[in-house]
């Protein structure tokens, strides 16, 4: 079973309202069983919401505001939903403070990236679950 970010299927649950919707990931999901999550929805976040990125160990809303324990929230959800449905894998969103696999946004509102990886993805990754992002799937 695989877990998709719910804004590559194209659910309005980004951050400014909008989606991911990505035509490769549609069709690399044909015939294959998965399900979908966005966890900082899951966490009670509303869309829209401001952008927030991973700064040291804690994760910020452009105005500021300390929303880790939100994100912390959307990651243990995300890996409760992923043992209730038997996850192995997921497929998450690039560079996003949550769903990021290999490199996230560094907390200045920049546009620039660092290695490392989203709250959601790191509690999954640790917890066994094989992850690749949108960008992994045309490499
Ligand atoms: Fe997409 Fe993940 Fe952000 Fe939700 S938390 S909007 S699924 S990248």
Redesign the pocket.
């Known amino acids: 079973m695989i877990l998709v ?4 299927l194209g ?1 309005n ?3 400014n309202g909008g ?2 919707d990505n035509a490769v990931v549609h069709k690399f999901l044909e015939g294959k069983e998965y399900v979908v ?5 899951a966490s009670g976040l509303p ?1 829209p919401r401001l952008p927030s990125e991973i700064r040291g160990d804690r994760v910020y809303s452009k105005a500021g505001d300390d929303v880790t324990e939100e994100f912390q929230s ?1 990651a243990e959800k995300a890996l409760a939903f992923c043992r209730a449905h038997g996850v192995t894998q997921a497929i ?2 690039a560079r ?5 696999v290999h490199a996230v946004y560094d907390g200045t509102f920049s546009g620039t990236v660092v290695p490392g990886m ?1 709250v ?1 993805a790191r509690l999954l990754a640790d917890n066994g679950i094989a992850l690749m992002d949108e960008e992994d799937l045309i490499k």
């Open positions: 970010s719910g804004c590559l659910i649950c980004k951050y989606n991911n999550f966005c966890p900082e929805r869309a959307g998450l969103k996003s403070p949550s769903c990021g989203g959601t």
